[in-house]
């Protein structure tokens, strides 16, 4: 395994599609994004965590070659990124939405190949459809003692993707970019025990999907990164616990247990979450 895996893009420009251009060109971009959201704490928290695990998580999107002139940033009317939920029967994190991906194996080409056998195990996915372009810097996920890098690739031709494994995983779904990224799906959510805020992030409400934590925040940091962002009410906070009833699942917040195969906002501090 590679303990220091490059960060940026792993192929030639011309072999990446222009409106992921932005992002894989300058993958600081997403780090600042997600630091400045976090402020000093997340710098913070960074400097002190040791001993941390590797982990990857696949950030795949697909859709047209050309970038399209009618939607900020060029995203195409057909972008989709691939997302999973938890099963809700799960101890730890269950019903929460999350990039395929987990922790590296021994003998892993990671992060590259923990983020494919991860997402080959999870949603059955063909990797020969896939074409990887960059890896974006890792996310140190405290307490939990995770690195996790993003791996972003272009899902050239498609394969069929399902649930592989009902009790690990209850779905498996290709959302449309654009109604993600929809200023009416976007919000902040908040959670806050006895009058003081534990958790606040940016999240997302689409087809049934609740999707916040890190997997909310980092489509949030790559969507600002990469000049996708359509003006979206930032002011716009709810209630943690009543968006994940509103998503009619018995998704868990997460903020106590660890568990390997999870992520958390780098924003949070919390435990490792798919949210």
């Known amino acids: 395994m590679n303990d220091h895996p490059h960060v940026g893009p792993l192929v030639h420009h011309d ?3 222009p409106w992921l251009h932005p992002l894989t060109s300058d993958v600081a971009a997403v780090s600042e994004s997600v630091n400045n959201r976090g402020g000093d704490r997340t710098r913070w928290a960074q400097l002190f965590i040791r001993d941390r695990r590797a982990a990857a998580v696949l950030v795949l999107f697909s859709g047209s070659w050309e970038a399209a002139d009618d939607h900020p940033g060029g995203v195409p009317a057909d972008a989709e990124v691939l997302l999973t939920e938890r099963a809700s ?10 990039f395929p991906g987990g922790a590296a194996d021994p003998g892993d080409d990671f992060p590259v190949g923990t983020a494919l056998r991860e997402a080959r195990e999870e949603t059955g996915l063909d ?5 990887i372009l960059a890896s974006l810097p890792t996310f140190p996920v405290p307490p939990s003692g995770f690195d996790v890098v993003p791996v972003i690739g272009w899902w050239h031709e498609p394969s069929e993707v399902r649930v592989v494994d009902p009790g690990e995983t209850a779905r498996v779904d290709r959302i449309n970019l654009r109604e993600l990224l929809a200023p009416e799906n976007r919000f902040q959510v908040r959670r806050s025990v006895m009058g003081g805020r534990l958790y606040q992030g940016p999240a997302f409400f689409v087809d049934g999907l609740l999707v916040w934590g890190f997997t909310g925040g980092l489509i949030a940091a790559i969507s600002e990164a990469s000049g ?3 003006p979206w009410d ?3 906070i709810r209630p943690l616990d009543e ?3 509103r998503a009619g699942n018995r998704q868990e917040s997460g903020f106590s247990a ?3 195969r999870g ?4 924003d949070t501090h919390g435990e490792p979450g798919a949210g």
């Open 15 to 17: 072999e990446i599609p």
């Open 89 to 98: 029967t799960l101890r730890q994190h269950s019903g929460q939405v999350a």
């Open 127 to 131: 990797a020969s459809g896939v074409h």
């Open 228 to 230: 996708w962002d359509r």
């Open 234 to 236: 930032k002011n716009d």
């Open 243 to 245: 968006m994940i009833e």
């Open 258 to 260: 660890v568990h390997p």
């Open 263 to 266: 992520m958390v906002d780098p």
